[in-house]
């Protein structure tokens, strides 16, 4: 019995446990699994390589370099703030509280889980928003 108690053990902590990304409704919409970013379906839409944000051939659409947010011309589309994501201008275009994702009218729009605050403004405001 110890023997396979052991087992299971090593296999549960060999896998790797995808972040989620979840509409208003708790549907899944999305997934982040180390770098790559899946839709609900798990086929490849981009990649977060180091502060690059890429599309799913590889070529980069982005930058998060800290709490600036930037497009592939290295031009500033947005800023990370602690828990507010404002576009170019500064202005408040949502927020990530916890796990839960709003709009700037505090409207739930998605919930995050085991995903980071710049993955998931990636993912509901800037570069795979089409996706929510």
Same mark, same amino acid.
């Given at each position: 019995?110890?023997?396979?108690?052991? +087992?299971? *053990?090593?296999? +549960?902590?060999?896998?790797? $446990?995808?972040?989620?990304?979840?509409?208003?409704?708790?549907?899944?919409?999305? @997934?982040?699994?180390?770098?790559? +970013?899946?839709? /609900?379906?798990?086929?490849?839409? !981009? @990649?977060?390589?180091?502060?690059?944000?890429?599309?799913?051939?590889?070529?980069?659409?982005?930058?998060?370099?800290? !709490?600036?947010?930037?497009?592939?011309?290295?031009?500033?589309?947005?800023?990370?703030?602690?828990?507010?994501?404002?576009?170019?201008?500064?202005?408040?275009? !949502?927020?990530?509280?916890?796990?839960?994702?709003?709009? /700037?009218?505090?409207?739930?729009?998605?919930?995050? *889980? !085991? +995903?980071?605050?710049?993955? /998931?403004? /990636?993912?509901?405001? $800037?570069?795979?928003?089409?996706?929510?």
């Amino acid at each position: 019995m110890k023997h396979w108690i052991v +087992v299971a *053990s090593l296999l +549960v902590s060999s896998i790797a $446990f995808a972040g989620e990304l979840e509409n208003a409704n708790h549907q899944t919409v999305g @997934y982040i699994d180390g770098g790559d +970013v899946e839709n /609900a379906n798990h086929q490849t839409i !981009g @990649y977060f390589a180091g502060n690059d944000v890429e599309n799913a051939n590889h070529q980069t659409i982005g930058y998060i370099d800290g !709490g600036d947010v930037e497009n592939a011309n290295h031009q500033t589309i947005g800023y990370i703030d602690g828990n507010d994501i404002e576009n170019a201008n500064h202005q408040t275009i !949502g927020y990530i509280d916890g796990n839960d994702v709003e709009n /700037a009218n505090h409207q739930t729009i998605g919930y995050v *889980s !085991g +995903v980071s605050h710049k993955q /998931a403004a /990636a993912f509901f405001f $800037f570069f795979f928003k089409k996706y929510r």
